[in-house]
Every structure is written in C-alpha cells, then in structure tokens.
C-alpha cells in the first residue's frame, strides 16, 4: 500500500466516525433527556404529593381545633339539661331536701364529667401549700398545724393533664406570734 492509499482509508474512516459519533451522541442525548424527563416527572410527582399531604394536615389541624371541645360538651349537655329539670322544679315546689338532692346529683355528674375529661380537683386541705397548685389568700396562726400548711380552701383549683387550670385558694397557716404583738399578715413561713 502506498502512502496515498493509506491516506485515503484513514481519511474514509475517520469521515465514517464522525458520521457515526453525532448519531451515537444524539442517541446518548436523547437517552439522557429521557432520563431527565422521567426524574422531572418523578419530581412534579412527589411535590404534588407533598404539596397534598401539607393540605390534608391543614385541614385535619383545623378541623382538631374547630371540633377539640365537641366530645367535652356533649357530655356537659346532660348536666345542663338537669340544672335546667332543677330550675323547673324549684320555681313549682317550696321542697328544700329536693332541691337540695337535685343539686347533689347534678354536681357529681358534672364532677364525673370533668374526671371523664382528665380534669383533676385541687382541694389540698392538710397538704403543704405548693405556690405552683395553690394561691395563698391569706396566711392564720395556728398551733394544731405545721406552719406553710393550707388550713382552708377558699375556692377549689383544677388541673387538666397535669397543667393547672385554676390554682385552688388557700388560707395557710404560719406560726402564732410569741410575744403577743401585732403579727405580719400576708407572710408565709415554712
């Protein structure tokens, strides 16, 4: 073979290769945007879808709290319905002892209404008093008691799920005055 001949065949390969690489790119190119359209799709896919899942917990969060105190108060409608059977009774009958039972009846079944519902009742006659449960109204000398003890409730508290509602209002007691004098009111000693 001479150099010429050589020249051409090398010149007739290299044109064949250049023929044959833009349709071996273009495949590759296409195969790549193929590629890129499904993870394009596969990405709308899963916005979508997040985009969804963020809507249905807005509504579930709104309907949670638009519908939080419906249990509550379907079972606090009886109660009423029995003071309202109470307030009847009492404008039609000069009967104490049945008013009086009436009432009982509706407090135990709103007391049971309220422990249905994890309210709990802070009644800590004979407890030391707790700043965090109880609210000091006052403070009275007493020997019978510890001093810082809570010797009367004034108005009940409530807790709810071990947060307070109401701190219970108590009179604590503190110790008697030695010598007679005028003693601090409102100070309270442990």
Same mark, same amino acid.
């Given at each position: 073979?001479?150099?010429?001949?050589?020249?051409?065949?090398?010149?007739?390969?290299?044109?064949?290769?250049?023929?044959?690489?833009?349709?071996? %790119?273009?495949?590759?190119?296409?195969?790549? /945007?193929?590629?890129?359209?499904?993870?394009?799709?596969?990405?709308? =896919?899963?916005?979508?879808?997040?985009? /969804?899942?963020?809507?249905?917990?807005? =509504?579930?969060?709104?309907?949670?709290?638009?519908?939080? %105190?419906?249990?509550?108060?379907?079972?606090?409608?009886?109660?009423?319905?029995?003071?309202?059977?109470?307030?009847?009774?009492?404008?039609?009958?000069?009967?104490?002892?049945?008013? =009086?039972?009436?009432?009982?009846?509706?407090?135990?079944?709103?007391?049971?209404?309220?422990?249905?519902?994890?309210?709990?009742?802070?009644?800590?006659?004979?407890?030391?008093? /707790?700043?965090?449960?109880?609210?000091?109204?006052?403070?009275?000398?007493?020997?019978?008691?510890?001093?810082?003890?809570?010797?009367?409730?004034?108005?009940?508290?409530?807790?709810?799920?071990?947060?307070?509602?109401?701190?219970?209002?108590?009179i604590v007691a503190k110790r008697p005055a030695e010598d007679g004098g005028a003693?601090?009111?409102?100070?309270?000693?442990?």
């Amino acid at each position: 073979m001479t150099q010429e001949e050589t020249s051409q065949e090398t010149a007739g390969t290299a044109a064949n290769g250049e023929a044959q690489a833009p349709e071996a %790119l273009q495949a590759t190119l296409d195969a790549a /945007n193929a590629r890129a359209g499904e993870y394009r799709n596969d990405a709308l =896919r899963a916005r979508a879808e997040l985009d /969804n899942v963020q809507k249905r917990t807005a =509504r579930e969060i709104a309907n949670a709290h638009k519908y939080a %105190l419906e249990r509550f108060l379907t079972d606090l409608l009886p109660v009423k319905d029995s003071l309202d059977l109470g307030y009847a009774a009492a404008t039609g009958s000069s009967d104490i002892a049945t008013l =009086r039972e009436g009432m009982e009846l509706t407090l135990k079944m709103l007391d049971a209404v309220l422990e249905k519902h994890g309210v709990q009742v802070l009644d800590p006659i004979g407890e030391p008093f /707790n700043p965090e449960l109880h609210q000091a109204m006052s403070v009275q000398e007493s020997t019978e008691v510890a001093p810082g003890t809570v010797v009367t409730v004034v108005q009940k508290g409530y807790v709810l799920n071990g947060r307070v509602l109401r701190p219970a209002m108590v009179i604590v007691a503190k110790r008697p005055a030695e010598d007679g004098g005028a003693a601090e009111s409102g100070s309270l000693e442990a």
